[in-house]
């Protein structure tokens, strides 16, 4: 089975300063990972994923991860964050062989604050 | 192209009663997953459709049900309703349901009260 754990519930963070939401996952088999972003009363929206290659991934909306196979951890960084990224941030996993199964997190609440 | 689209968008019901969730996938997409999202966590897998059959099930009792038709769209029915089940229920499509990476779309949800 997988697993994932978001290591922050809330992250208040001021306009134009950096922010890192964290997770790790547990997997037995290979996985892929993602984040997701979701507004208020909005599904999810995908901001990246990590399929195979460099470590290094960027998304949309200036987010980038890094996934590190040695501490099974795939966290999120933005250089920068505006008002406009208060959101819910989820991070997932999803066996290769499954499209239909997301394993998800519990969430990060990123506030940007003026 | 239209998204992923689930109706209704609300919905109150009372305990005990039934309730019939409806998504449609994005065009050509024939995979179609269902997931819970209870206030403060994350989505949580009810079931995953491919092509007509079911193809997984999580951890949920039997008064969930689901069925996919053959345009692919789909139903997620919930009997007995109780209060633990008020949630946001998701629905995401893909164009397979297996092989190498599929793109997962997600709808808006539905938000379902139960009083």
């Known amino acids: 089975a997988q697993s994932v754990t978001q290591l922050d519930s809330q992250v208040p963070v001021f306009e134009e300063a950096p922010v890192e939401l964290r997770c790790n996952y547990s997997s037995s088999v290979s996985v892929y990972l993602f984040w997701y972003v979701q507004y208020p009363n909005q599904g999810l929206q995908l901001l990246l994923k990590y399929l195979s290659g460099s470590t290094l991934v960027k998304g949309i909306n200036g987010f980038e991860a890094e996934f590190n196979k040695s501490q099974t951890s795939f966290h999120l960084r933005k250089p920068s964050v505006h008002i406009s990224d208060t959101a819910e941030y989820f991070c997932?996993?999803?066996?290769?062989?499954?499209?239909?199964?997301?394993?998800f997190g519990d969430g990060t609440t990123l506030t940007v604050k003026p | 192209d239209a998204g992923v689209t689930q109706s209704p968008t609300h919905l109150i019901k009372t305990r005990g009663q039934q309730v019939t969730l409806r998504c449609s996938p994005i065009s050509g997409h024939k995979s179609v997953s269902w997931y819970q999202q209870v206030l403060g966590q994350g989505p949580q897998f009810i079931f995953q459709y491919y092509e007509k059959e079911e193809r997984g099930r999580g951890n949920f009792p039997d008064r969930f049900s689901a069925r996919q038709f053959p345009n692919y769209s789909s139903e997620l029915n919930v009997n007995a309703l109780l209060l633990g089940d008020s949630a946001l229920y998701l629905c995401?499509?893909?164009?397979?349901?297996?092989?190498?990476?599929?793109?997962?779309?997600f709808g808006d949800g539905t938000r379902l009260s139960i009083l």
């Open positions: 997932a996993v999803r066996l290769i062989t499954n499209a239909g199964k997301s394993t």
């Open positions: 995401a499509s893909s164009p397979q349901g297996t092989g190498l990476y599929q793109p997962q779309h």
